[in-house]
Nanobody, 124 residues
Framework: VQLVESGGGSVQAGGSLRLSCVASGYTSCMGWFRQAPGKEREGVANIGSDGSTYYTDPVKGRFTISRDGAKNTLYLEMNSLKPEDTAMYYC??????????????????????WGQGTQVTVSS
């Protein structure tokens, strides 16, 4: 499965961005991860084919994950952005069993399919 992200950019605090990720194939779960400089990659949100969603606590109420099954496309709507949201954002795909095993950490059951990443920068 190949994944291609788009939609990153630079915004001021309080602003919004929408990330997209197009997948070349189907997996039961798709998700977004992020990695800030000097920090480990961490899970942001994921969504199953049944519509179930997981969010990491810092983004709850601000970010919304969705997917269009017909288009094999994943979205992340990010509102009320904060400087601490600045990171490279990665799209990932795999089974929900693997993706949620250690969420939001990436454990030994890391997702097998990753995009190249898209940069999100939030200035204060």
């Amino acid at each position: 499965v190949q994944l291609v992200e788009s939609g990153g950019g630079s915004v001021q605090a309080g602003g919004s961005l929408r990330l997209s990720c197009v997948a070349s194939g189907y997996t039961s779960c798709m998700g977004w991860f992020r990695q800030a400089p000097g920090k480990e990659r961490e899970g942001v949100a994921n969504i199953g084919s049944d519509g179930s969603t997981y969010y990491t606590d810092p983004v709850k109420g601000r970010f919304t994950i969705s997917r269009d099954g017909a288009k094999n496309t994943l979205y992340l709507e990010m509102n009320s952005l904060k400087p601490e949201d600045t990171a490279m954002y990665y799209c990932a795909a795999d089974s929900c069993f693997r993706m949620r095993a250690s969420f939001p950490r990436i454990g030994t059951m890391a997702s097998r399919y990753w995009g190249q990443g898209t940069q999100v920068t939030v200035s204060s």
